[in-house]
DNA sequence: CGTTAGCACTCGGCCATATCGAGTGCTAAG
DNA sequence: CTTAGCACTCGATATGGCCGAGTGCTAACG
């Protein structure tokens, strides 16, 4: 597959870059200026005919340059896995644009703000909900006689709560126990271990009569497989709008509608999964909408565990090298602003 | 202002029902006949004639039919203020489209959602975030010997969560005597007069050693007024370029940009307040980007308190009688939903 | 034999021109 | 006051010609 000699390989990496930079398809003569003349525009269109003949190139039509496939992406990307770092000016403006905030849960949000600022398409970013979170505490506490707001606590500082309102008056003593109870038998269990069967089996041994019971356990076997999910934070997607490939809105409304299910969001993060870096590129997409973009993502991790991923969404022709060295920056960062507490 | 007979009335309305239905600038010929004929073209022109001297109606070109300025379009608005109900088959639609889930957290986004997918514009709804909610605990909950997870819990139920961490080692005890203490005082004060000053005092008061208490503090000064900020969901901006007004993407950003500024949001829910439904029409928005929208929204209410808002965003050219209906139909409904505790 | 100059050819983009027709405003008659 | 008639306007659409970037091929060159 890679059976490309050296100057084929240059002129496929100088095209790409001529085109990701202005967005026209490139002809022999212009790149042979931006190539310096080393080869005369003749031997370029040579090339260029094989580079085609190869599924790199194609061709708009016969009087027009020449404009990269997937494929001459794919092999772009590929040849440029060596992690290149992040510009010093690109360091910096990661800098200005992030304010990592007070509050960490906002974080995500922050960085998914700066990564679609500096790059100007759209980008995503999890909100961390590791899957081997470990579930620690339940709490209840009363609001009312007869409501009572119950919070489960996991490992690492995630929690969630709800309101419970009941007929029966409830006794703080009561929900005492019972919090105290369910803390103390669900104490250690990773989240995803905790089965509905094991919930009822030892309420039940439990032998506890209210009805807030029931509800409770009810909510528990629904709650808390989910609670490991991540929100994922997407921004600038009207930065779709901008390259010149979606000026029409026909052409961009489906990207839109899809970047706005969520089911694919985390879809595209998905793929990173356990890889330093992950690109997908037009018709590698499972979904056809996303067949004229490309997809740049990264996982970051959280203390020690998977964590999250963030990523970028842009046109097949993107930035390639930057914004890869971006988000492999910014998922190491995140990484260390999210893995010690404030 | 509102000096037009009923025939001008009557012709305006026709123009402006015509034009939102095909979004073409409307001609007398093809007005006579939707009108069935009651008058000729000839009288038609002349009434546009006025029409348009008054503010009502412009044209593109000499020789193009009538569009609705947004004054036309106000005075269509105003004109249709009788509360129209929703007709039997958007009932269904809503039914059909609005699974209330189990979540009561969950019910803003699926109304969002409700909203977007049966107008087909982009819609926001607020969660449920009262100005006037009450605090009524402090829980301080230990995690490890270092860190704690703080939880603020209103009188409606809503609440609000921090981990802190901390090098000197947390006792339980202390820990509980803290939040009762904190409980205790803030207890029946409104969010919003619990200032900075008054938590100040009493913590000093207290005259508390350990470095958490600043650090908690600092969190609930800082959180506090902002635990009754409603978070706002959108769903649809894609549905924003189905309209032939907004097929050119550059035309199409701006908004979709502007949509992706929670304050611009905000600001276009918090007009409703007070309200029973509020229309923007045009260049009456503040924000230049929206010029070109009109905004239908209406606010709900939280157990007898203001809840939060639902809007739609769309053209001017929009399908005002219809949006309006849904929207109060949607704005009832969720009273409804969430006013019961599930 | 790979490289390059030369050249005929292609074809989309652009511009100028012509045509069409929906729609107007005015005038005059009903 | 309403309406028929009519000249006029002007965007939208179609047509043709031209331009030039770019190609592929051929033949000469080192």
Redo the contacts with the bound molecule.
């Keep these: 597959m890679l059976d490309l000699d050296a100057?084929k390989q240059e002129i496929l990496d100088a095209i790409i870059e001529a085109y990701i930079h202005d967005a026209?398809?490139?002809?022999?003569?212009?790149?042979a200026q931006r190539i310096h003349l080393?080869?005369?525009?003749?031997?370029?269109?040579?090339?260029?005919?094989t580079l085609?003949e190869m599924g790199y190139l194609s061709?708009?039509?016969?009087?027009?340059?020449?404009v990269p496939t997937d494929r001459g992406y794919r092999f772009y990307v590929d040849s440029l896995q060596q992690n290149e770092p992040l510009s010093a000016q690109d360091r910096n403006r990661v800098r200005r644009v992030l304010h990592p905030g007070e509050q960490r849960e906002r974080l995500p949000e922050e960085v998914a703000r700066a990564l679609a600022t500096i790059t100007e398409y759209a980008s995503m970013v999890t909100s961390p909900g590791a899957e081997d979170q470990v579930f620690k505490h339940l709490h209840l506490i009363p609001l009312t006689e007869h409501e009572v707001l119950a919070i489960i606590v996991t490992d690492i500082g995630v929690f969630h709560g709800k309101t419970f309102s009941t007929q029966d008056p409830l006794e703080p003593d009561a929900l005492d126990r019972l919090s105290q109870l369910v803390s103390h038998r669900l104490h250690g269990y990773a989240l995803t271990e905790i089965s509905g069967e094991l919930l009822s089996r030892f309420l039940h041994e439990a032998a506890w009569q209210h009805r807030i019971v029931e509800e409770l356990a009810a909510w528990l076997r629904q709650r808390l497989p989910r609670l490991a999910d991540r929100r994922i934070h997407i921004e600038g997607t009207a930065n779709i709008l901008k390259q010149p490939e979606f000026r029409d809105a026909r052409s961009a409304r489906p990207i839109l509608s899809a970047l706005e299910r969520e089911e694919v969001l985390s879809d595209l993060l998905r793929a990173t999964e356990g890889r330093d870096i992950w690109v997908t590129i037009g018709r590698e997409h499972r979904y056809e909408e996303l067949h004229g973009t490309a997809v740049v993502a990264a996982a970051y991790r959280l203390g020690g565990h998977p964590g999250g991923a963030l990523g970028i969404v842009g046109p097949t022709r993107m930035k390639y090298a930057k914004v890869m060295a971006l988000v492999r920056y910014l998922a190491v960062n995140l990484t260390e602003l999210l893995g010690e507490p404030s």
């Design positions: 100057r026209e398809p490139v002809g022999s003569e212009r790149l080393r080869m005369s525009p003749a031997t370029i269109r040579n090339e260029m005919a085609e061709h708009p039509h016969t009087s027009a340059g020449r």
